[in-house]
């Protein structure tokens, strides 16, 4: 997710210490940028306080109508990932580099409402090319949908021999992580 410029400094003075005095205006931009105009229900930070390490974040929220309903039918577009600039000239001349190692897990929990049932479900998704890689899983439960993401990236450095591999890789991510789930009503309910 995105979050906004002013969001991101505010995230940076609220981290030294907890008690900045713009924590609330912090928590309020937060709560607006990942909600979308739904409900925060609870959120918790672990971790954030400390001068180095992991932060780890909770979220629960609620979104009224988040996925309509046509014709008896619920589609939750499951979001992919743009195709960037990045790696896309021509031919490269230098290695490629990733500088930093980061580990971002979301889950996801989709409730299916009463008189619905799940139509369809996304395969498993695993692509990776070295230094960057993204895995969904999805577990169908009695009323529910998880969907586990996880990105990563790894600090190495490939030749610029692999750089076509990567192009491609990067080209194709788009069409691969755009995926849908779909849920129908059930015609006896």
């Known amino acids: 997710m995105d979050l906004p410029r002013g969001l991101i400094i505010h995230l940076t003075q609220a981290r030294f210490p907890v008690q900045f005095s713009g924590a609330t205006i912090f928590y309020e931009q937060l709560n607006g940028a990942i909600t979308a105009n739904g409900e925060m229900l609870e959120r918790r930070f672990d971790g954030f306080n400390n001068k180095y390490g992991i932060i780890k974040s909770y979220y629960k929220m609620k979104r009224q109508e988040e996925f309509p309903v046509t014709d008896g039918v619920i589609v939750i577009d499951v979001p992919g990932y743009g195709r960037g600039t990045d790696f896309t000239m021509k031919d490269r001349k230098n290695p490629i580099f990733m500088p930093t190692n980061d580990f971002d897990e ?84």
Do not use: C, W
């Open 106 to 189: 979301e889950v996801r929990i989709y409730r299916i409402p009463e008189g619905y049932a799940v139509s369809y479900i996304p395969k498993d998704l695993d692509l990776d090319i070295g230094f960057y890689s993204i895995k969904r899983k999805y577990e169908k439960g009695q009323n529910e949908i998880k969907l586990t993401e996880i990105i990563r990236h790894k600090r190495m450095r490939l030749t610029q021999d692999k750089y076509f591999d990567v192009k491609d890789f990067f080209s194709k991510l788009a069409s691969k992580t755009s995926q849908r789930i779909i849920i129908k009503k059930i015609d006896n309910f």
